[in-house]
């Protein structure tokens, strides 16, 4: 089992729709969850950054982190062709030990948002 | 801020030769970057962590002597892929840790290296 398991879909919605991306994860010891999205041929680039359990919301984005079920949301709101991308999710332990800094991806989730 | 760059963006090399690729922050000090490796499609594989002035810390799997690592300063990282083969042909990614800068485990993705070796 991997530690990280992510739906690398594709998944295609239309313009405006809300998307909903999510990861899983077996190890309790991640405390810190980031979304990453990446367009083609380029590095990934950070959207929402989550320290332990809660929602986190930033203009067209909300993040929300269930430890107590290991499980992550990306939400997208009013979704636009920009947003096409491959989006990634990483986690990471508590600071300290040899796992400081350390990201873990999953596999990450291609979407389309076609106009 | 929190900008990383690397060069070059894309090389093509003959089976043997050693591939440079540098990574740096451009507006601010890391002093922890990561490199990691991206297959078409696939996640990112992370290769080693470079601290700088120590020696990098390589994932098990990796050669050490195959891709050198040379964190220099705060802001400079090295990978030097040595002797290249086919199988090394891959998309290179450095990330680097804003540390003081920004959330301690947040990390900023350089735009990558491809490389492609003949």
């Known amino acids: 089992q991997k530690e990280v398991e992510q739906d690398p879909g594709p998944l295609s919605v239309p313009e405006g729709a809300i998307v909903s991306l999510n990861c899983t994860y077996s190890?309790?010891?991640?405390?810190?969850f980031m979304w990453y999205r990446q367009y083609s041929r380029k590095g990934p680039e950070l959207l929402m950054y989550?320290?332990?359990?809660g929602n986190k919301e930033d203009g067209r984005f909300t993040a929300q982190v269930d430890k107590s079920s290991k499980y992550i949301s990306l939400f997208i709101r009013d979704s636009q062709p920009s947003d096409s991308a491959t989006y990634l999710c990483a986690m990471s332990p508590n600071a300290g030990g040899t796992s400081y800094g350390k990201l873990t991806f999953g596999q990450g989730t291609i979407l389309t948002v076609h106009p | 801020g929190a900008v990383v760059s690397q060069h070059p963006s894309r090389v093509i090399c003959k089976s043997g030769t050693s591939v440079k690729i540098e990574c740096r922050s451009l507006?601010?000090?890391?002093?922890?970057m990561f490199w990691y490796r991206q297959f078409p499609k696939k996640s990112l594989m992370l290769m080693a962590t470079?601290?700088?002035?120590?020696?990098?810390?390589?994932e098990q799997g990796v050669e050490k002597d195959k891709f050198l690592i040379n964190h220099a300063s705060l802001t400079l990282s090295t990978l030097t892929v040595t002797s290249a083969h086919p199988e090394d042909s891959s998309f290179y990614i450095c990330s680097a840790r804003a540390g003081l800068a920004g959330p301690q485990e947040t990390q900023y993705f350089g735009p990558g290296t491809r490389l492609l070796v003949l």
């Open positions: 470079s601290n700088e002035g120590s020696k990098a810390t390589y």
């Open positions: 507006d601010f000090q890391a002093t922890t």
């Open positions: 190890n309790s010891a991640f405390q810190y």
């Open positions: 989550t320290y332990s359990s």
